[in-house]
């Protein structure tokens, strides 16, 4: 059965559609192929400024892009066979249209003119080594996205949505303790109405930016900033909680069994702070992950914790399980911390794995780890015990205090046998 995603390899391969990149130069930048291309389409698709931009060269119909966008990508496949030009901004496929039409469209069938992105602009414009800058899109995202990448003496440049960004981003870096920050505004790039003006994040004061903005900033962080370490296991105090979380060296441990790869999704069952969804997706953009909470504030605390840890896309169902899985995407990897000993739940997340999948469970209550034995004596896995002590004052001395061991079930679903 062919994938409603794959690019239709039935229909004819010739090339009817054109993506052309256009700047704010406008025909000027283009090569001639690209304006040969305008002026040949029955139909040039584009925002309003690109067909303004193009104008001179259109002869065919003009058509700008409809809400929702689906809506244009179907009237771009329902001219399939005639001679059609998308006009994008910059390079079609960094961030960029060229991306929704490939996955609808084969490569064989179009023709790419790309123009330089907006992020080589901007690098070009600062004289910054693009390979060593963290380029990230919060055109029609959310801004917290560029939380992960505040580091001290990172360079981060950062599309925005509108003429409102430029101060959207400056707040998030006052308020995350990286307002010495300096942050550079790039408006309009190779447009008559370029300009290029430095600020300091929390003393940004620009007024009127362009609505094509990029913002450049060179990180600066003072003694409270909210710096997220690459490695797993963060420090509790990053996260809002109620003691329901995840201690941090078993968190380190948990995420480890966990072992995250690409594209993959993860089941957090009784999720308490959120801790091991939020590192989950911070291990890379391409991770997804699923909160399952049952009390109502902590799922609220879940969603702000990942607003506050740049990982806004995790998923929160307020529901208590095994109910709650009914109908979610069946995942690649589960993790159970609370709410494990309850009837049926760990049947369910059992069942609910994808063959392959992996399921860690972590047990603190003689009651839990007693499902975990028995689990275990089932179906093998390795079970592993965390002992963890803390140097603290005992009098005018110290001494070690342990804290609550936990045991965690490590199991990895067989895959199904496949039939020649």
Known sequence: MRRLSTPDQSLSAAPWLSIVGIGEDGLAGLGDEAKTAIGAAEIVFGGARHLELADAAIRGERQVWLSPFERSVEAVLAARGRPIVVLASGDPFFYGVGVTLSRRIARAEMRVFPAPSAFSLAASRLGWALQETVCVSLHGRPIDLIRPHLHPGSRILALTSDSDGPAALAGLLAESGFGGSTMTVLEALGGARERVSSHRGDRFALVGADMLNVCAVEVAAGADARVLAFTPGLDEGLFEHDGQITKHEVRALTLSALAPKRGELLWDIGAGSGSIGIEWMLADPSLRAIAIEGHAER???????????????????????????AGLA???????????????????????????GRLVANAVTTEMEAVLLAHH????????RIDIARASPVGTMTGWRPAMPVTQWRWVKPAKHIED
Do not use: T
């Not at 969603?303 to 709650?324: D, K, M, T, Y």
């Not at 911390?337 to 392959?356: D, I, Y």
């Open 330 to 356: 069946a995942p690649d990897a589960v993790f159970i911390g609370g709410g494990g000993s309850e009837a049926g739940v760990m049947e369910a997340a059992l069942a609910g794995v994808k063959p392959g």
């Open 299 to 325: 799922a609220a605390r879940i969603r702000r914790n990942a607003q506050n840890f740049g990982v806004p896309g995790l998923s929160v169902v307020e529901g208590v399980a095994p109910g709650a899985l």
């Open 377 to 384: 004596a089932r179906l093998g896995g390795s079970l592993i």
